[in-house]
């Protein structure tokens, strides 16, 4: 897996079906509900691409996506922000 820098002014992160790793401005709850909401509704996260602030792509050799094995739930946090429990 590749190594890239955490865009400016992204909080979290969401993985995509097809490997592309969205980077959000949003507050990472918002980001979570709305992919329960996806989740339940099997379509477009409710925040839709508002809050985007980058969407990655890494592929292996073959061209396949790389998928991590939570990709439908996980929400990745910037592990230099502070999250408010």
């Known amino acids: 897996m590749a190594n890239i820098d955490w865009p400016t002014g992204a909080t979290c992160a969401t993985q995509e079906e097809d490997g592309g790793i969205i980077f959000w401005k949003a507050p990472m709850e918002n980001v979570m509900t709305a992919r329960d909401d996806a989740e339940i509704r099997d379509a477009l996260p409710s925040i839709c691409f508002q809050g ?34």
């Open 52 to 85: 985007m602030v980058l969407c990655w792509y890494h592929s292996d050799k073959e061209d396949l996506p790389e998928l991590a094995c939570d990709w439908r739930t996980a929400v990745m946090t910037n592990p230099y922000i502070q999250v408010r429990p």
